[in-house]
């Protein structure tokens, strides 16, 4: 039954040809070292599962940011799952991100043809640190509040554009309800457009590259 | 067809006799190792997607759970306020929670009572359209101001538009206070 409707869809969409291209390609023989791209993919749709989740009660309002936080802690059954899932998964891509980019250079699997690979790595890097960035405002508590001064001071001091700098993503001087709806925005919506198209691209580029062998002895 | 007669359906794979027996095949068995992975990850992949979805559903539905018990008995004043056969308005403030919001709503009673003893705890609230009702002596019953409707002292419409009497309230008396319920 399940082989017919397969079949039917197959002969409707080709999905055999995409499934044998993305999960049955041919690799090198390799190590654990090379699941840590995986690994990142799967906390990314652990964060994107679990932040969506969070969306269903969490206000970036300035009077009720903390109390809704609160509430989905405290209160709401598997609350504590859910915000804790996304709290440790996002220290988890940090971490598996810098170790998957660690791996890519002790292997040098960042040469040709794999420099787009790389650039746009990269990009996921400084992505994932946004997505850290930002979301680490939104409970609204003194921690999250400090940690936004001093990230904000650090971007003020770069030349020439520093203060502009600092006063577009405050949304002002100060701190304020402003801040935490941009913030709010940009982690619910800027970045998660910009972090699927990007990974997108770069899985594209890992099945269409093939993946590299680990190097031999004198490569 | 060709391509597709090289995916890991095990069906699909020459038979384990006239192929030479590869590292982590057992020709012996008819399950492949590839065909135990894919298995293995499949059942992974499920196990993980539960262990997110299943609280998933409880953690959605929770703000419907809560909803449940929410008719409590509201404390609205003294009962040695009331004078027989008189119909008094007695006020209470009622806290609304809906999650991590509180809402304060007024709430407005006529209670009366013939004994001292029993008493009557009617809304002061029209069924008509929901304007305030107030207690007129020479109509001996509840005046609208809005459509001129009138009800009688137990809440019965007497005249005017509205569809249904005047809502009531269960009431009760505990160390001399009243307390009222909605039905």
Redesign the interface.
């Known amino acids: 039954m399940a082989t017919k409707l397969g079949n039917w869809l197959n002969e409707r969409s080709g999905w055999?040809?995409a499934y044998?291209a993305v999960f049955?390609r041919k690799i090198p023989k390799i190590n654990w070292a090379y699941t840590l791209g995986s690994a990142t993919l799967f906390a990314m749709i652990?964060q994107i599962?679990?932040g969506i989740?969070l969306t269903?009660?969490y206000v970036p309002d300035p009077q009720?940011a903390y109390?809704?936080v609160?509430?989905i802690t405290n209160?709401?059954?598997?609350?504590w799952?859910?915000r804790g899932?996304h709290h440790w998964g996002a220290s988890a891509m940090v971490l598996l991100v810098v170790l998957h980019m660690v791996r890519v250079i002790m292997y040098g699997a960042y040469k040709y043809p794999r420099e787009f690979t790389w650039i746009t790595g990269v990009a996921l890097l400084l992505l994932t640190f946004s997505f850290g960035f930002t979301g680490y405002l939104l409970p609204w508590d003194q921690r999250a509040y400090w940690a936004t001064v001093v990230g904000t001071q650090i971007g003020e001091v770069t030349p020439v554009v520093g203060d502009t700098l600092r006063a577009v993503m405050l949304g002002g001087e100060e701190i304020s309800g402003l801040t935490l709806s941009r913030f709010y925005g940009a982690h619910v919506w800027v970045l998660p457009s910009v972090l699927l198209l990007l990974v997108g691209i770069h899985i594209y580029l890992v099945i269409r590259n093939g993946i590299t062998s680990v190097p031999k002895r004198g490569e | 067809m060709a391509e597709e007669s090289s995916r890991p359906n095990g069906s699909d794979e020459p038979s384990a006799a006239e192929a030479k027996p590869k590292a982590g095949d057992d020709p012996d068995n008819g399950v492949s190792r590839r065909k135990l992975l894919i298995t293995g990850v499949g059942v992974m992949s499920g196990a993980i997607a539960a262990t997110v979805g299943v609280p998933a559903i409880f953690y959605v539905a929770g703000p419907a759970q809560e909803a449940g018990g929410e008719q409590d008995w509201i404390r609205i004043g003294s009962a040695s306020s009331i004078e027989t056969g008189t119909q008094t308005l007695m006020k209470a403030t009622v806290e609304r929670r809906a999650g991590y919001l509180t809402t304060t709503e007024e709430l407005s009673v006529f209670v009366s009572t013939e004994n001292g003893a029993d008493f009557v705890a009617l809304s002061n609230i029209c069924t008509h359209l929901g304007c305030r009702v107030r207690w007129v002596d020479e109509q001996d019953g509840f005046f609208c101001p809005c459509h001129n409707a009138i009800f009688g002292p137990d809440g019965a419409v007497l005249q005017g538009p509205p569809p249904r009497p005047l809502d009531r309230f269960d009431t009760k008396v505990e160390d001399g206070q009243i307390f009222v319920r909605k039905i």
């Open positions: 055999r040809a044998t049955l652990i599962v679990t989740l269903l009660y009720l109390a809704s609160s509430y209160e709401l059954p598997f609350g799952l859910i899932l």
